[in-house]
């Protein structure tokens, strides 16, 4: 598993901005090894950091401090206090103007499985109208970066992680992978200088409440409206079906306040705040989820699941029992968004790789050793193998014969008995598929009977005839008078 220290550096902007040669994101994960080395890039050093930078920016804050009394500043859901520059109520008003799409599109009334189709529509629409979107919405001199060359500009390079946020419009699924596509268009943004550098995490704080919140809400109206399903989910034993980050945004939210982001605890919680087992209580999450992204993120799932608490959501459940506080819950999630998130095949596989998050070498990455997860998934060497193997066989031309049946013969025999002919060197097939052999067989071929084809029973006395005729017991006894 790769290292989740926090840094207390942000991430770091693009450095000559004008002569960067901009890439179209492309997929670069295959299998698992594609996933170990992912963890040493240079790209998921940019999304740890931009991930830790957020998330310290929801610590509250320590103003002033007395021998007898500390002023606290905390942020809710909806907090006028947080700052939003123009850049981030562009991007606000981006999002709204994507939810209105939905009013365009009804629900299609057909037979379905799984997801409506609708949903399709309502991609389509926005794939077709997101280029004007981000004129309207983004700063001119950010997406015109890279325009004075025959290249790819910084516009085409954004628009894959933002269309790609949105969920599969041919699985009809949304899940953590696209929501990991948004946080990347979000530190695209951040790389290029897209947001004002603020003390105190001013900005970043606005990123999460005045952006991120408005884009949770925008996905959890589509997956209710479109009824779209859970992409890479793990069932009832997965974080949650579609979202991850407002459990670490939320959680820091209820932690202790700190006065640097260098000083962030591993315990406690703030005071007042909610305790991590009231998740289960209906009522306590009815009120909190207005004010916290976590509780918001669970008030979620009550109104798409029924049942107990404990039964549909098993994995919250058991970490609202930790006994330390918000803060080992924060630390907690942020190393499982490392586990299960960034370090699941099924997750980053779509993840594309540009130049603003590139698929390149961190020279200071540690090693990584592959994970179990990642040493399961099938390696395209393997794929290869089996490709090249032996044609496929026809069945029409070579009868109903067992694999250890000898060599076909003109005549008509039908089904072969293992001893009927001399047993021929049959190729094993490679990778999986290599026939079971049970441990106790001997690798000594049956010998043929002594002679005839007949089955000789043990008894049987040499020299007798080769079909005795059967007599019963009282055969050839006179009858009685």
Not at 121 to 130: I, P
Not at 447 to 454: D, K, Q
Request: charged share 20%; aromatic share 10%; net charge neutral.
């Amino acid at each position: 598993m790769a290292d989740t220290r926090i840094p207390h550096q942000p991430l770091k902007l693009l450095d000559n901005k004008a002569e960067h040669k901009f890439a179209i994101p492309a997929k670069c994960i295959h299998d698992g090894e594609d996933v170990s080395f992912f963890l040493t890039t240079k790209a998921y050093s940019d999304i740890m950091t931009f991930l830790f930078q957020l998330n310290a920016s929801m610590f509250p804050r320590k103003l002033t401090q007395t021998s007898t009394s500390q002023t606290v500043e905390a942020w809710e859901l909806h907090d006028t206090r947080v700052p939003l520059s123009p850049v981030t109520l562009k991007l606000s008003q981006l999002l709204e103007k994507l939810a209105s799409f939905i009013d365009e599109v009804p629900l299609d009334t057909g037979p379905r499985r799984f997801g409506n189709v609708s949903f399709r529509k309502w991609y389509d629409l926005v794939k077709e109208r997101l280029p004007a979107l981000m004129d309207d919405h983004l700063p001119t001199e950010i997406l015109a970066l890279g325009s004075g060359s025959e290249g790819t500009t910084a516009k085409t390079e954004l628009e894959a992680y933002l269309f790609g946020s949105f969920g599969s419009s041919q699985r009809l699924d949304y899940g953590t992978g696209h929501e990991l596509s948004f946080l990347a268009f979000l530190g695209c943004l951040w790389k290029l200088g897209a947001f004002p550098q603020t003390e105190s995490s001013a900005e970043e704080r606005g990123i999460v409440l005045g952006v991120i919140e408005p884009y949770l809400q925008l996905v959890r109206r589509l997956i209710l409206t479109y009824t779209l399903e859970p992409a890479g989910s793990h069932g009832v034993w997965g974080l949650d079906d579609h979202s991850f980050l407002p459990y670490i945004f939320g959680s820091a939210q209820l932690s202790p306040a700190i006065r640097t982001p260098a000083d962030i605890p591993a315990e406690g919680s703030l005071p007042n705040s909610p305790n991590p087992p009231d998740v289960a209580k209906a009522d306590v999450v009815g009120r909190e989820r207005k004010i916290n992204m976590y509780f918001n993120a669970i008030g979620f799932i009550y109104d798409v699941k029924r049942g107990p608490f404990w039964e549909h959501s098993p994995i919250l459940f058991d970490i609202s029992g930790v006994k330390a506080g918000w803060a080992k819950i924060n630390k907690g999630m942020l190393k499982m968004y490392n586990a299960e998130v960034l370090s699941k095949f099924p997750v980053v596989q779509h993840f594309p790789f540009g130049s603003l998050f590139a698929w390149e070498k961190d020279p200071a990455a540690l090693a990584i050793t592959a994970s179990v997860h990642a040493t399961s998934q099938p390696t395209r060497q393997t794929t290869v193998t089996q490709s090249r193997s032996a044609p496929l066989r026809d069945p029409m031309q070579e009868g109903m014969r067992a694999t250890w049946a000898g060599a076909p013969t003109p005549s008509t025999a039908g089904t072969a008995a293992p001893w009927a002919t001399t047993r021929a060197q049959v190729p094993v097939p490679d990778g999986p598929n290599q026939p079971t052999r049970a441990p106790w067989v001997s690798a000594t071929a049956v010998p043929p009977p002594a002679s005839g084809n007949a089955t000789t029973a043990p008894w049987a006395r040499p020299g007798a005839a080769a079909n005795p005729t059967t007599r019963a017991p009282w055969a050839g006894r006179n009858p009685p008078a």
